[in-house]
């Protein structure tokens, strides 16, 4: 399955189309201040990563829409795993608006995890941020935890 077909019959979360920028990009931003990063928030970098993932065929951009309009992105991108696990999905961002949380995001991990199996991955991935740790949907779903990820600033 390509980035560009459906991923279901479902008519709230489907592939993001290039329409979709502006408002993935703004999801993005929320994204960002939610995390509480420390770098400021770059939106060309996001319209980048954005664009990357709504046109190659190892990457996916999932939108779930609320009223109209994507209120959810789940961008993926999978990959051969260095240590010949087979082809492995990974999670780059998933993030929806507050207004629209819901069962939504359960469609939304439904879509990810059949574009990955669609693509020939034999493994899915997932993360959590420390400050909204998300892992209990994770374990409910048959996630199992692999490796807990750390992150200094470093300074010149």
């Known amino acids: 399955m390509s980035s560009s077909t459906s991923p279901s019959t479902r008519s709230d979360v489907r592939f993001a189309r290039n329409s979709d920028a502006g408002a993935v990009v ?3 931003r929320q994204s960002h201040s939610a995390a509480r990063w420390a770098f400021p928030f770059d939106p060309m970098r996001a319209h980048s990563l954005f664009c990357a993932h709504e046109q190659s065929a190892h990457t996916a951009a999932i939108v779930m829409e609320y009223r109209g309009s994507p209120a ?3 961008m993926a991108h999978a990959f051969d795993h260095p240590f010949g696990a087979g082809m492995c999905s990974f999670e780059t961002v998933w993030f929806i608006a507050e207004e629209a949380r819901g069962r939504g ?8 995890e059949d574009w990955a199996r669609d693509i020939g991955c034999v493994y899915a991935c997932m993360a959590s941020l420390a400050i909204n740790d998300v892992s209990r949907i994770y374990t409910r779903r048959g996630y199992a935890p692999v490796e807990t990820h750390f992150m200094k600033a470093l300074t010149v």
């Open 26 to 28: 703004e999801l993005l």
């Open 105 to 112: 995001a359960l469609k939304m991990l439904d879509a990810y």
């Open 72 to 74: 959810g992105i789940l």
